[in-house]
């Protein structure tokens, strides 16, 4: 044996090879501990997905519901507008043949400009609740 080798001795091989083996199985509790972390990250990184995504969802629910109602406001008030418009033709008509007055020409026009501006109101509203839809859904982003 060589001097070298005799000062390590048989045991002393063993012992630097424990070492080692104790340093390995410490690096298995450290990569253990590395795994658990990323898969806790990765639980809450999921986690916050989800909640984002159904947030979106309920967004764009909210607004296909708003948009849905402002579509039906808009047509009710096309139907009104059209209603005004022909009572005020047959105001006119009634006028001109003398079976009423000019009073009620200028009430049905009245009536007739209240609902063509109720009409503007609820396209107006059915626009910015298209656009909220779009939105919603992501359309119109540049990334």
Not at 38 to 47: K, N, P
Not at 69 to 76: F, L, P, T, Y
């Amino acid at each position: 044996l060589t001097q070298s080798n005799a000062a390590r001795g048989p045991v002393g091989g063993l012992a630097s090879g424990g070492i080692s083996l104790g340093a390995t199985l410490f690096d298995f509790g450290r990569l253990d501990g590395l795994a658990q972390a990323a898969g806790a990250r990765a639980d809450a990184e999921a986690a916050s997905y989800r909640r984002t995504v159904s947030f979106a969802l309920a967004d764009v629910e909210r607004e296909a519901d708003r948009f849905a109602q402002a579509e039906r406001e808009a047509d009710a008030s096309r139907a009104a507008a059209a209603s005004a418009r022909d009572q005020t033709d047959l105001a006119r008509a009634r006028y001109t043949s003398g079976l009423s007055s000019f009073l009620a020409v200028v009430l049905a026009q009245r009536a007739r400009a209240d609902a063509e501006i109720a009409l503007a109101g609820a396209e107006g509203r059915r626009t910015d609740a298209a656009i909220a839809l779009a939105a919603a859904l992501g359309l119109g982003q540049n990334e």
